[in-house]
Structures are given as structure tokens and as C-alpha cells.
């Protein structure tokens, strides 16, 4: 998973840490859904051009931007993910047994999208995700900062 750290936004955190708790918080909430969004748009189409076929359709189709369950105090982060309980991401391995009974599967489960963005066994990786956010990295930084400005602009119009 990689991460990007803001640097250089010191005025703008100065005029988030005058605003109201609450209004900062949904202003950075939404600058970062926002600059994210520049990600997800790369990763679908690295998805449906690097992996091609069915399989990009469908990794195109679930990716999506997950906020991150537990967060510390006094960040926000989210990350670009596939959405869960997709049936033809989870692959059984030859020799897997499943009892029809109890719907219960024995033996080895992969995860497709993972196995595509890491490679397995001597199958090469296809870097969708990687790649985009490397090729995006900058855009999504200035859509950062420029929704970060909009909406503090917008609160400090409201009073």
C-alpha cells in the first residue's frame, strides 16, 4: 500500500485549525475523497488496459475508494480498493473440496486482484494500482490542495 504525505500546506493548516473543529474535519474529509477520486479514474483504466479481458471489466467495475476503518487522531486517510464479497475475485485451488450441505469450501483461496497487482507463483505482476497511483501522485496533490482552499474559502464566506 503506499501513502502520500502533504508537505508545504502550512497556511492552509493554519486556516483549518481557526475553523471550527467539525467544518475542518469535513473539509479535509472531502479534500482527500476528492483527491483520491483522480486515483480511482487512473486505476479503472490501468484495469481495463493492463489486465484487458473480463477480469479488468470486473476489476474496473469494483474499484472503489475505501476510507480507512481506524484512523489516529487528527488524520484522514482512504485508499483504493475493490469492493467486497465479489464472487469472481475468490479462486479455489485444483483439489478444493466443497460440501453442497454447508457451502463450506475446503483447501487454499486466492484473491484474484491481489494475485493480479502482486504476481503469484512465476506469473508476472500487473502493477494496476501501483502504477496509477504513481502516474497520478502530483494531480491528486494539487486537487488536494485546491479543494482543501475551496472549502475553507467556502466556510470563511458563511462567517
Known amino acids: 500500500m503506499s501513502s502520500m504525505k502533504l508537505e508545504g500546506f502550512d497556511g492552509l493548516e493554519k486556516k ?3 475553523l471550527e473543529k467539525k467544518v475542518a474535519k469535513k473539509i479535509v474529509r472531502t479534500a482527500t475523497r476528492e483527491a483520491a477520486k483522480v486515483t480511482l479514474g487512473k486505476v479503472k483504466d490501468n484495469a481495463r488496459s493492463m489486465v484487458g479481458g473480463n477480469m479488468g471489466g470486473l476489476l474496473a467495475k469494483y474499484s472503489k475508494v475505501i476510507v480507512f476503518k481506524h484512523q489516529r487522531k487528527g488524520s484522514y486517510g482512504v485508499q483504493i480498493g475493490m469492493k467486497p464479497n465479489v464472487p469472481e475475485f475468490d ?5 478444493s473440496s466443497s460440501s453442497l450441505s454447508s457451502r463450506k469450501t475446503k483447501g487454499k483461496k486466492s484473491y484474484i486482484p491481489a494475485a493480479l497487482e502482486y504476481g503469484h507463483d512465476n506469473a508476472r505482476p500487473i502493477p494496476f494500482i ?3 497511483f504513481d502516474a497520478t ?3 491528486a496533490i494539487n486537487k488536494m490542495g485546491s479543494e482543501l482552499k475551496k472549502g475553507i474559502e467556502r466556510e470563511s464566506k458563511r462567517g
Open 130 to 132: 501501483r502504477s496509477a
Open 16 to 18: 483549518l485549525v481557526s
Open 91 to 95: 479462486y479455489w485451488s485444483v483439489g
Open 137 to 139: 501522485r502530483m494531480k
